[in-house]
């Protein structure tokens, strides 16, 4: 589906999507229980995956009509072997966080996913599996999907690089609360996106499981039960996904955009305010209400680190297009090995929009001071972070910005163009 954005501004006010991270690990750890109820989910395309995979290894997953409500019956800490393939289609998330769940059935389990999923490395998760005694391996040896994974294990100590994706910590800590001894994670390196881990904590403790961090890195003991307090979990709104429409307040408000479901959390795309704030943005964020309010502002190019915060390069790329003066993404290589590498991505297309831009291996500069950005044809590479970030490029450029590949925003907010619409911009989905 190919999307138009004319220049247009935007104000009123906007709800932002469910997490996306806290989706995925609640409905797993429902999954991992004897049963929960999530309310407030996410439902989009890869939180489905994840409904699949609990299905898949015994579990069941009921939507309520209106999918506020997920009601789900678990299989209590000891997965079946699945009937069939795991299909986890372009999920990440899902297939990292349930190939550990694999390692625990008594059998073998295969998962496998879309083309640029099997695009994306697996290697330490498999060889952390490996370390516990289970069986787990790439189909094509080269340490991605399809994989083959085989238990039970029963726990102990792995040592894993901690900067090439923190889902392989969630997943490991996930999995071996129900493990019978428990599971020590040791880092080799320093952990990229630590806020994740911390989301991983922090759905934990609501389930009643505890998992610690250590001097080594972290520790989950085994032998626990999933039993999130009254058989209940509510789900945060999310903050990678709310970057955009703060971003479109800030870059393009008529008066003002109010964003609403912007609770505290563990997120550490949270900073997206912080960020705003340092390039001169005209932000408020009523933290107890749980509303973020921007206005249009002059904004000025900033410096900023993305090793604990990848999923806001895009949005900060936007941002430093419009910003004056240059704009610094640093600590980036991680960005790299997402849906599709977002580095490059951003670069080539904000490049056809008009920006100057400079990509390194791990750095991303924009030169929002010598930019005018102009509506162009970009290719949103099958990436919902890459389309929603140029949509927001796509309200303060001159003339018309279509966008290929629109329908990919259903992997995370998957109403974003209706919203956007809501709040005035000239949107035309085709």
């Given at each position: 589906?190919?999307?138009?954005?004319?220049?247009?501004?935007?104000?009123?006010?906007?709800?932002?999507?469910?997490?996306?991270?806290?989706?995925?690990?609640?409905?797993?750890?429902?999954?991992?229980?004897?049963?929960?109820?999530?309310?407030?989910?996410?439902?989009?395309?890869?939180?489905?995956?994840?409904?699949?995979?609990?299905?898949?290894?015994?579990?069941?997953?009921?939507?309520s009509?209106?999918?506020?409500?997920?009601?789900?019956?678990?299989?209590?800490?000891?997965?079946?072997?699945?009937?069939?393939?795991?299909?986890?289609?372009?999920?990440?998330?899902?297939?990292?966080?349930?190939?550990?769940?694999?390692a625990?059935?008594?059998?073998?389990?295969?998962?496998?996913?879309?083309?640029?999923?099997?695009?994306?490395?697996?290697?330490?998760?498999?060889?952390?599996?490996?370390?516990?005694?289970?069986?787990?391996?790439?189909?094509?040896?080269?340490?991605?999907?399809?994989?083959?994974?085989?238990?039970?294990?029963?726990?102990?100590?792995?040592?894993?690089?901690?900067?090439?994706?923190?889902?392989?910590?969630?997943?490991?800590?996930?999995?071996?609360?129900?493990?019978?001894?428990?599971?020590?994670?040791?880092?080799?390196?320093?952990?990229?996106?630590?806020?994740?881990?911390?989301?991983t904590?922090?759905?934990?403790?609501?389930?009643?499981?505890?998992?610690?961090?250590t001097?080594?890195?972290?520790?989950?003991?085994?032998?626990?039960?999933?039993?999130?307090?009254?058989?209940?979990?509510?789900?945060?709104?999310?903050?990678?996904?709310?970057?955009?429409?703060?971003?479109?307040?800030?870059?393009?408000?008529?008066?003002?955009?109010?964003?609403?479901?912007?609770?505290?959390?563990?997120?550490?795309?949270?900073?997206?305010?912080d960020?705003?704030?340092?390039?001169?943005?005209?932000?408020?964020?009523?933290?107890?209400?749980?509303?973020?309010?921007?206005?249009?502002?002059?904004?000025?190019?900033?410096?900023?680190?993305?090793?604990?915060t990848?999923?806001?390069?895009?949005?900060?790329?936007?941002?430093?297009?419009?910003?004056?003066?240059?704009?610094?993404?640093?600590?980036?290589?991680?960005?790299?090995?997402?849906?599709?590498?977002?580095?490059?991505?951003?670069?080539?297309?904000?490049?056809?929009?008009?920006?100057?831009?400079?990509?390194?291996q791990?750095?991303?500069?924009?030169?929002?001071?010598?930019?005018?950005?102009?509506?162009?044809?970009?290719?949103?590479?099958a990436?919902?972070?890459?389309?929603?970030?140029?949509?927001?490029?796509?309200?303060?450029?001159?003339?018309?910005?279509?966008?290929?590949?629109?329908?990919?925003?259903?992997?995370?907010?998957?109403?974003?163009?209706?919203?956007?619409?809501?709040?005035?911009?000239?949107?035309?989905?085709?």
């Amino acid at each position: 589906m190919n999307v138009e954005i004319s220049r247009s501004g935007v104000s009123g006010s906007a709800q932002a999507p469910p997490s996306k991270s806290y989706t995925h690990r609640a409905i797993l750890a429902a999954g991992y229980a004897d049963g929960a109820r999530v309310t407030d989910p996410l439902v989009s395309a890869d939180t489905r995956a994840t409904m699949r995979a609990v299905e898949a290894y015994g579990g069941s997953v009921d939507r309520s009509e209106d999918d506020s409500e997920l009601t789900i019956d678990g299989f209590d800490g000891r997965p079946s072997v699945p009937a069939d393939v795991i299909d986890c289609a372009n999920s990440g998330t899902t297939t990292r966080l349930v190939t550990a769940t694999g390692a625990l059935a008594d059998g073998i389990t295969v998962l496998t996913g879309d083309e640029s999923l099997r695009s994306r490395p697996q290697g330490p998760l498999l060889d952390a599996i490996e370390q516990l005694g289970g069986r787990a391996e790439s189909t094509r040896g080269n340490g991605q999907a399809p994989l083959v994974v085989k238990g039970p294990v029963d726990g102990e100590t792995v040592s894993i690089p901690g900067d090439v994706s923190s889902q392989y910590i969630t997943a490991l800590l996930m999995a071996g609360a129900v493990t019978e001894e428990g599971i020590d994670v040791d880092l080799e390196t320093e952990l990229k996106s630590a806020p994740y881990v911390q989301i991983t904590l922090e759905v934990l403790e609501a389930f009643g499981v505890e998992a610690v961090e250590t001097d080594a890195g972290f520790r989950v003991d085994g032998g626990q039960s999933y039993e999130p307090a009254g058989g209940e979990y509510a789900v945060p709104g999310d903050f990678s996904s709310m970057s955009y429409l703060l971003a479109a307040g800030a870059l393009a408000a008529d008066d003002e955009l109010r964003v609403r479901g912007a609770q505290p959390s563990a997120q550490g795309d949270s900073a997206i305010v912080d960020i705003l704030e340092r390039m001169g943005a005209d932000i408020e964020w009523d933290r107890e209400a749980g509303v973020i309010t921007t206005r249009q502002s002059s904004l000025s190019g900033i410096e900023v680190g993305v090793e604990d915060t990848p999923d806001l390069l895009p949005t900060i790329a936007v941002l430093g297009a419009v910003a004056d003066g240059t704009t610094t993404i640093t600590d980036c290589e991680h960005v790299r090995y997402k849906e599709t590498d977002r580095v490059s991505a951003m670069a080539e297309e904000l490049t056809k929009m008009g920006a100057v831009v400079e990509e390194e291996q791990e750095q991303l500069t924009i030169h929002g001071g010598e930019t005018d950005l102009a509506g162009a044809n970009v290719d949103g590479r099958a990436d919902h972070r890459i389309v929603m970030s140029l949509a927001v490029a796509g309200l303060v450029a001159e003339g018309t910005t279509t966008i290929e590949g629109g329908e990919h925003v259903d992997v995370s907010f998957p109403d974003f163009f209706d919203v956007l619409a809501d709040t005035g911009a000239d949107v035309t989905q085709g």
